[in-house]
């Protein structure tokens, strides 16, 4: 099954939880990632991978030294990344993303220099958006970056409610359009 087939199948399955209905395009997963200290991040962050698609393009910008945690809930995304991905560098790890923290304990890796979100926020309960925004701000360094893009300015609130200082970005260049916050560590 091709990654926009599987995809559409689990959007059917748990639209919450998937929140779109096929994976986002290169052109976004680049522009998320454009602005972002590669050169200096030793330990970066995926919340909500899907198939993948910025997985490589992360991968392709980090240093040879660096880890990369990956975070994927869905029980076939999480398969399918275990097999496309043998880097030593990654870790994908089958759990909620709200356990950062936890997991940056266990792999010894202290704070993240950089979050990249692409989980569907506005679709998840409030409790639930809460703690991953926080979770994150938490498990950031302090000069981390968490970024998360969004199909509408509706997060923007959302957002703000727990980081202070936020860029918003704007591309055409994905179905649908997409908005790019890049967040700063809420000290
Ligand atoms: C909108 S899709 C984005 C997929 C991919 N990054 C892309 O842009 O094409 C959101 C992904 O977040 C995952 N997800 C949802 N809730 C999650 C959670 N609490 N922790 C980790 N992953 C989660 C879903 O399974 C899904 O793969």
Redesign the pocket.
């Known amino acids: 099954m091709d990654s926009t087939s599987s995809f559409l199948k689990?959007f059917w399955k748990d639209k919450q939880?998937?929140?779109?209905l096929s994976?986002?395009s290169k052109s976004?997963g680049a522009r998320m990632i454009r602005d972002l200290d590669f050169e200096n991040a030793r330990v970066v962050v995926e919340?909500?991978?899907?198939?993948g698609?910025?997985t490589g393009l992360i991968l392709e910008k980090m240093h040879p030294e660096a880890t990369l945690l990956v975070?994927?809930?869905?029980d076939l995304?999480y398969n399918q990344l275990k097999n496309k991905f043998d880097d030593p560098r990654v870790h994908i790890i089958h759990d909620?993303?709200?356990k950062i923290e936890e997991y940056l304990s266990q792999y010894n890796l202290g704070k993240a220099d950089l979050v990249i979100s692409?989980?569907?926020l506005a679709m998840f309960p409030t409790e639930?958006r809460v703690s991953?925004l926080q979770a994150s701000n938490r498990s950031l360094t302090e000069y981390g970056k968490y970024v998360q893009f969004q199909y509408s300015l509706l997060a923007k609130k959302q957002i703000k409610h727990v980081f202070q200082d936020v860029k918003i970005g704007f591309t055409i260049k994905n179905f649908p359009p997409a908005f790019i916050y890049t967040c700063k560590k809420q000290q």
């Not at 939880?17 to 779109?20: F, H, I, L, T, W």
């Not at 919340?47 to 198939?51: A, E, R, V, Y």
């Not at 975070?71 to 869905?74: D, R, S, V, W």
């Open positions: 689990q939880m998937v929140g779109a994976p986002s976004l919340l909500g991978p899907g198939t698609v910025f975070f994927e809930l869905n995304f909620t993303a709200e692409s989980l569907p639930l991953i």
